[in-house]
C-alpha cells in the first residue's frame, strides 16, 4: 500500500498523504463519539420534551435552547479553555472537543426527534390512550416506531454536521486532520503548498461526508410516508 | 373536413393522439368548433376530457395529428405559441391564482408583462372584467381571502383580461363547495351571452343543456358521442352514454 | 464558590472598544455574506431547474455537495492561504473572509432555495403559462416570490446556522467578534468570562437577525398569513 502510493505520488506527497489519512481517524473516533454520546443525551431530552410532567419539558426546552445557541467554536473555547482557567484544573483537548461536539450533537438531535415525535398524528395517542395504555408504552410501541421513519434521514444527514464540526476542535489543539493538515501546509515545505494540502484535506472530509449524505437523502426517499 | 387552416373554425383537431410514456390518453380524435360555438365536453375520469383541452393549448403536447387553434397549427417546435396562447384563455379546477399577488395584480400581470400595457389601462381593462365577473369590491384582497366560488370568478376575470377569442374550462366547478357552484356557473352563462367561443369540461349537466351548442361524450381516450343538448340527454345513441347519463342525472 | 471577574473586561476601555469592534465586523461581514451568498445561492438553485443544460446543472450540483460536504475552516484556509498563492496575488484578509463566507454561505441557501422552487404548485405554472408569460418572468414574477415564502423559515434557521460558524475567521487574523474575544482573554486570562461574554453576544445578535427574518416575513410575506 504504502509503496504503492509512493509510487503514484512520489514519497513526499505519499508521505503526506498518510500522515493524513492517520490523522484523520482522530476525526473519526470525535465524530463516533460525539454522535453516539449525543445521540443518547438528545434521546432523554427528547424523551423528557414531550413527558407529561411540566417542569421536565421546560428543563428540555431550556437544555435544548441553550446549547443550539451557543456557537460550537464558544462550546470549545469554554470547555477547552475557559474552564481550566477558571477551576484552575487541567483539561486535555480531547476532552473538551468530545464534551463540545457530544452537547452541541444532542441539542440538535433532540430538536429533530421531537419534530418527528410530534408530526405522528395526535390521533394515535388518543388511540393508544383509548385502549388503556400509559404513556410509556404509547410511546414505545406506537408513536416511535412511525416517529423513526421520518427521523432516521435527518440523523444520518447530521451525522455530516458533526464531522465538519469536529474541524473546529484544531483550535484548542486536538490533534485530528484539520490540525495536521495545517501543520503540513505551514511547514513551508516545497510540494506542501496551501494550495495542494487544504484540497486534499477537503478531498479526505467529502470521503467521509459525502457517502453520508447520499445515505441520507436515498433513507429520505425510500422512508418518506406513502 | 379539409385541411382548412384559416379562420374559418377556432379549433380544428384531425387525428390527434396523445401518450405518456407507453400509455395512450388520446386515441385520434377529430374535433372542430367554430367560431362563438359552446361545446361541452363530459365523460368519466380518466377518459382524456382535460388532456384533450389541455392540448390545445399546449400544455401538452401531441404527439400524432393536426391541431390548429385560431388558424395556427401546434406542433412540438411551434414559435409562437405565444400568439396561440395569448388568444386562449384556461381556467383551471384548482383555480391556480398567483396566492401572492392582489385580486387585481393577478388580473394585470399578464397585460402588462405580455400586451405591454400601461398601468392605467391594465387597471381599468382588470376592473372591467372583475365587474363582468360580479366582483370588483375584492379587488385588494389575496387569493387566499376569498372563497372558492370567488377565487374562481377571479381567474376567469383573469383569463378575459387577455381579451382572448377561445375560452377554454377544464372541470371550473369541481373543487368548489356545492353552494358556490351557480356562482360561477351563471359567470360562465353570462360569458356564453357574449358569445364567447367556449370550451367546457364539465359534469354539470344542467349548464350543458342550458348552454351547449353540442356535447361531447368521451371514454377511454376516445369521442364516443357528439350531440345536440336535446337529444344527448333524451336519446343517447350509444350505451356507454346512457350507461354514463345514467350514473350522474 | 465561583469567583466570576467579568470587571476584569469591563475595566479596560480598549477590551470594551474590541468587543464593540468585534460585533460590527461580525454583523458586517455575515451580513454581507448572506446577501451575496443569497444571490450566488439563487444561481445555483436556477442552475438545477429542468430547463438548464445538463452541464450546468451538472456543475451546480457538484459545487454545492463539494463545499456542504467539507468544513467550512478548510475552505476559509484555502481561500485565504492557497488562492493567493494560485493568482500570485495578496488580497486583504478580510476579503478572503468574505469570499469563502459566500461561497460556504451560497451552497447551503441554494439547497433550500430548490427545495422551494419545487414545492411551488406545478399549476402555479401552467397558470403562467396559459397567460403567456415568458419562462423568464415565469421563474421571476410567479415561482420565486411563492418559493421565498414557502422556505423562509428553513432560510432564516440555515443563516443562524452558518453565522454561528463564522467566528472561524479569526483564525486568519480577522478581528471579528471572536478575534475580539481571544485577544481579551489572551491579555486578562479570564477566558471562561470573557467566553460567556462572547456566547452572550452572539446570542443578542442571533436575536437581531431572527427579528429581521420575522419582520420580512410579516411584511413581504402578508399574503400567506391574510385569510
Not at chain 1, 474552564?83 to 461536539?101: C, G, H, N, Q, R
Not at chain 3, 488562492?83 to 463566507?101: M, T
Request: hydrophobic share 45%; with cysteine; aromatic share 12%.
Amino acid at each position: 500500500m504504502t509503496e504503492l502510493l509512493q509510487l503514484l505520488l512520489g514519497e513526499f506527497h505519499a508521505k503526506m498523504l498518510l500522515v493524513l489519512l492517520s490523522a484523520t481517524q482522530w476525526t473519526i473516533y470525535l465524530s463516533l463519539t460525539a454522535f453516539i454520546g449525543g445521540g443518547l443525551i438528545g434521546l432523554l431530552f427528547t424523551v423528557l420534551k414531550i413527558s407529561p410532567i411540566g417542569w421536565l419539558r421546560r428543563l428540555a426546552t431550556a437544555y435544548i435552547w441553550l446549547f443550539q445557541s451557543i456557537p460550537l467554536l464558544m462550546l470549545l473555547f469554554l470547555t477547552g479553555l475557559g474552564i481550566p482557567a477558571f477551576f484552575k484544573i487541567d483539561v486535555p483537548a480531547w476532552l473538551a472537543a468530545t464534551v463540545s461536539l457530544t452537547l452541541f450533537t444532542s441539542a440538535y438531535m433532540s430538536e429533530v426527534w421531537r419534530g418527528a415525535l410530534e408530526s405522528v398524528p395526535k390521533g394515535q395517542w388518543e388511540g393508544g390512550r383509548a385502549l388503556g395504555l400509559g404513556f410509556n408504552w404509547i410511546l414505545y410501541s406506537i408513536v416511535a416506531p412511525q416517529a423513526l421513519r421520518i427521523a432516521t434521514p435527518p440523523t444520518v444527514g447530521f451525522m455530516v454536521q458533526v464531522i465538519k464540526g469536529t474541524s473546529m476542535a484544531y483550535i484548542i489543539d486536538y490533534n485530528d486532520l484539520m490540525r495536521w493538515g495545517k501543520k503540513i501546509a505551514n511547514s513551508q515545505l516545497d510540494g506542501a503548498e496551501p494550495y495542494i494540502v487544504y484540497p486534499v484535506v477537503a478531498l479526505i472530509y467529502f470521503g467521509l461526508c459525502f457517502p453520508l449524505s447520499q445515505w441520507s437523502k436515498s433513507l429520505e426517499k425510500t422512508m418518506s410516508p406513502k | 373536413m379539409t385541411e382548412d387552416t384559416n379562420t374559418g373554425s377556432a379549433v380544428v383537431v384531425e387525428g390527434m393522439s396523445k401518450f405518456f410514456g407507453d400509455f395512450q390518453a388520446l386515441y385520434d380524435i377529430d374535433l372542430t368548433v367554430d367560431y362563438g360555438e359552446r361545446v361541452v365536453i363530459c365523460g368519466p375520469s380518466g377518459s382524456g376530457k382535460s388532456t384533450l383541452i389541455r392540448c390545445l393549448n399546449q400544455l401538452e403536447t401531441h404527439q400524432q395529428g393536426t391541431v390548429v387553434v385560431n388558424g395556427t397549427e401546434l406542433s412540438e417546435n411551434t414559435k409562437n405559441i405565444e400568439d396561440v396562447r395569448r388568444n386562449i384563455g384556461m381556467v383551471f379546477q384548482s383555480f391556480n391564482l398567483f396566492p401572492h399577488l392582489s385580486v387585481l395584480d393577478n388580473c394585470v400581470l399578464a397585460q402588462r408583462r405580455m400586451l405591454k400595457k400601461p398601468k392605467a389601462a391594465a387597471r381599468a381593462t382588470a376592473m372591467k372584467y372583475l365587474e363582468q365577473v360580479k366582483i370588483p369590491e375584492q379587488r385588494d384582497k389575496f387569493p387566499g381571502q376569498l372563497s372558492g366560488g370567488q377565487q374562481q370568478r377571479v381567474a376567469i376575470a383573469r383569463a378575459l383580461c387577455l381579451e382572448p377569442q377561445i375560452m377554454l374550462f377544464d372541470e371550473p366547478t369541481s373543487a368548489l363547495d356545492p353552494e358556490m357552484v351557480n356562482e360561477v356557473l351563471d359567470t360562465m352563462i353570462g360569458l356564453a351571452e357574449t358569445g364567447m367561443t367556449m370550451i367546457c369540461v364539465t359534469h354539470e349537466m344542467g349548464f350543458a343543456r342550458q348552454v351547449a351548442d353540442r356535447i361531447i361524450f368521451m371514454d377511454s381516450g376516445r369521442i364516443v358521442e357528439v350531440n345536440e343538448p336535446e337529444i344527448f340527454f333524451t336519446n343517447p345513441q350509444h350505451e356507454r352514454t346512457k350507461t354514463f347519463l345514467g350514473q350522474i342525472l | 464558590m465561583f469567583d466570576f471577574r467579568f470587571y476584569e473586561i469591563w475595566r479596560e476601555p480598549d477590551f470594551i472598544d474590541r468587543l464593540i469592534n468585534g460585533v460590527w465586523v461580525s454583523v458586517e461581514l455575515s451580513t454581507a455574506g448572506g446577501v451575496f451568498g443569497l444571490i450566488m445561492g439563487l444561481t445555483l438553485a436556477a442552475a438545477q431547474s429542468s430547463v438548464s443544460p445538463s452541464v450546468l446543472r451538472y456543475a451546480s450540483i457538484s459545487y454545492i455537495e463539494g463545499i456542504r460536504n467539507t468544513p467550512f475552516i478548510v475552505q476559509l484556509f484555502f481561500v485565504t492561504f492557497g488562492l493567493p498563492l494560485i493568482f500570485n496575488y495578496r488580497w486583504p484578509f478580510e476579503a478572503s473572509a468574505l469570499l469563502a463566507i459566500v461561497l460556504n454561505f451560497s451552497a447551503y441557501f441554494a439547497e433550500v432555495l430548490r427545495a422551494g422552487i419545487e414545492s411551488v404548485h406545478r399549476g402555479q405554472i401552467e397558470a403562467a403559462q396559459s397567460l403567456c408569460l415568458t419562462r423568464r418572468q415565469t421563474f421571476f414574477d410567479i415561482v420565486l416570490p411563492q418559493a421565498f415564502a414557502n422556505v423562509w423559515p428553513s432560510l432564516t434557521s440555515q443563516f443562524v446556522f452558518l453565522f454561528l460558524t463564522t467566528g472561524l475567521i479569526s483564525e486568519i487574523g480577522v478581528e471579528d467578534l471572536t478575534w475580539s474575544g481571544r485577544y481579551i482573554a489572551d491579555r486578562n486570562f479570564r477566558d471562561f468570562e470573557v467566553f460567556i461574554v462572547l456566547t452572550l453576544l452572539y446570542v443578542l445578535i442571533v436575536f437581531g437577525y431572527k427579528a429581521i427574518f420575522s419582520l420580512v416575513q410579516r411584511f413581504a410575506f402578508r399574503w400567506r398569513v391574510a385569510r
